[in-house]
């Protein structure tokens, strides 16, 4: 039995809700899978939410990790493949913080690479027709903070990486793009089942 860290967002940018912690949450309630998991919600705040996922992996020393967030204008689920160490905050965080071109960990390396496999559960997703992409960037903002700094806290055998998500129909502003609650937590279930499986060897990126 694996011990699974799955995590969504509070709400930020004036919203009521985050998507990504409801759909959570909703997983975690319903779930019946052979994993041991665990869900959090991380605050919207540079150094409180770096604070938290570390304290999370150092207490429960998940076997893999899954952060999720909100991509608002998105229309697909988007597996990331890449942290960077940068941080350029259009807005400020929850904490009132806006960073602009700072590190997320000073000294630290220039990018981090999700060790989820990030194609494999592309294909997964698509299977079940969930509009479902790679992405090369996570952003500059509290989503790519943490998952730059979860890749770096987790044990060495660990997996760990992150997936953005379109907004809910419940909580999408009007005129954006959104799918339904239940295909959310169908996309977040299915990548919490085959976060372990092998990686496909196929092309992934793009040419340009």
């Known amino acids: 039995m694996a011990v699974v860290l799955l995590t969504g967002f509070e709400p930020f940018d004036g919203a009521d809700r985050n998507p990504s912690a409801d759909a959570v949450h909703a997983v975690a309630a319903g779930y019946d899978g052979p994993h041991d998991l665990i869900v959090a919600t991380l605050p919207v705040a540079f150094e409180a939410s770096a604070h938290r996922i570390r304290a999370l992996i150092a207490h429960h020393s998940p076997d893999v990790v899954i952060a999720t967030g909100l991509a608002g204008g998105s229309s697909h689920v988007a597996v990331e493949r890449i942290g960077v160490n940068l941080i350029d905050a259009r ?68 997996v760990a990486g992150f997936v953005h998500l379109p907004w809910s129909t419940g909580t999408a502003p009007i005129g954006t793009p959104h799918l339904a609650e239940e295909r959310l937590e169908r996309a977040i279930r299915l990548v919490v089942d085959h976060a372990l499986d092998t990686e496909t060897r196929e092309p992934g990126g793009s040419t340009w």
């Open 91 to 158: 807005i400020p965080d929850n904490d009132g913080a806006q960073p602009v071109d700072a590190p997320s960990e000073v000294g630290g390396p220039a990018a981090r690479f999700s060790t989820l496999p990030a194609k494999r559960l592309v294909r997964e997703l698509a299977a079940e027709e969930l509009p479902a992409r790679l992405s090369l960037s996570a952003g500059t903002y509290v989503c790519n903070h943490v998952l730059y700094t979860a890749l770096g806290a987790v044990r060495q055998d660990a």
